[in-house]
C-alpha cells in the first residue's frame, strides 16, 4: 500500500530509509534533506504495517519531480521501488522526473525512464549527473 506518512517522519525507521537515498546519511544529513525541497510530500510503500520505501516528490503544474527515493536494505529487490514509481503513475497523470547519479540511474531505466546525462561543479570538482524522466502515460514523447 502507498500512502502519505508526513506525521511520521521522526519515525526511526522511516529515517533510516530516507537516508538511504541521500550523500550524507547522518541525522543532520536527514534533517536538511526533509527541509531542501519546498512542498515536498512522503509517501511510503507499506506492507504488513512495516514501511519498506520512502518517496519523497512534488507535485509541479507539468510533473512530478522525484526528490528521494528509498527501499529499506532487506526488501531491496522485489520491486518495491517500481511499484512507488506505478503508484506514483496512477496518483498522478503527470510526467515524472529525477536527478539521480551513476548508482541509481540505472533503477529509473528499468522503470522505463530515460536519463540524459548532465554536469554539475561542486567546489571545484565535476561531477555526472543524469536527469531521468518517464513521460505523463499515454504520451508518445
Avoid at 516528490?57 to 521501488?81: N, T, Y
Avoid at 540505472?106 to 522505463?112: I, M
Wanted: aromatic share 12%.
Amino acid at each position: 500500500m502507498f500512502c502519505d506518512i508526513e506525521g511520521k517522519l521522526n519515525d526511526p525507521l522511516v529515517r533510516h530509509i530516507i537516508s538511504c537515498s541521500l550523500f550524507d546519511q547522518s541525522a543532520e544529513g536527514v534533517d536538511k534533506a526533509l527541509k531542501k525541497y519546498p512542498g515536498e510530500q512522503f509517501f511510503a510503500w507499506i506492507e504488513n504495517g512495516e514501511p519498506l520505501g520512502i518517496c519523497g516528490f512534488r507535485p509541479l503544474q507539468d510533473k512530478v519531480e522525484i526528490c528521494h527515493i528509498a527501499v529499506v536494505e532487506h526488501a531491496r529487490g522485489r520491486g518495491i521501488g517500481n511499484s512507488i514509481v506505478t503508484a506514483l503513475r496512477e496518483k498522478y497523470a503527470m510526467a515524472l522526473e529525477a536527478e539521480t547519479d551513476d548508482d541509481a540511474v540505472g533503477f529509473y531505466r528499468k522503470c522505463g525512464f530515460g536519463a540524459t546525462v548532465l554536469y554539475k561543479y561542486f567546489c571545484g570538482q565535476k561531477y555526472r549527473r543524469y536527469t531521468c524522466v518517464l513521460p505523463a502515460p499515454g504520451t508518445n514523447n
